[in-house]
């Protein structure tokens, strides 16, 4: 008998071990998941800083146009049409 009670106590003793286990590695996550979470709100705060920072700076540069270039001629006007060579031209424009 006393064989089965150093058994029943091996396994309180080991289910004991597996809870204590157990609990401290949700512990451990749950600590890990809060610091997790207060370090993405600690980037939300900076990405809101540094997004009003950007806008303030955007506020303050002087509006400049962009330069006027002088555009090609080819888009202000068209492309050229070179004269068809005469075998092509119609035969009253042939002649002239």
Do not use: F, Y
Not at 14 to 26: G, L, T, Y
Not at 33 to 56: F, G, H, P, T, W
Request: some cysteine; hydrophobic content about 35%.
């Amino acid at each position: 008998m006393a064989d089965q009670n150093d058994v029943e106590l091996h396994i309180e003793i080991v289910r004991a071990r597996n809870d204590w286990s157990r609990e401290k590695r949700h512990r451990e996550v749950r600590e890990q998941v809060a610091e997790i979470n207060e370090q993405r709100a600690a980037l939300r705060r900076c990405d809101a800083s540094l997004i009003r920072e950007l806008e303030r700076l955007m506020q303050e540069l002087p509006r400049e146009e962009p330069a006027q270039e002088a555009m090609p001629r080819a888009v202000t006007q068209g492309p050229r049409q070179a004269p068809l060579p005469a075998h092509l031209r119609p035969k009253e424009q042939a002649a002239g």
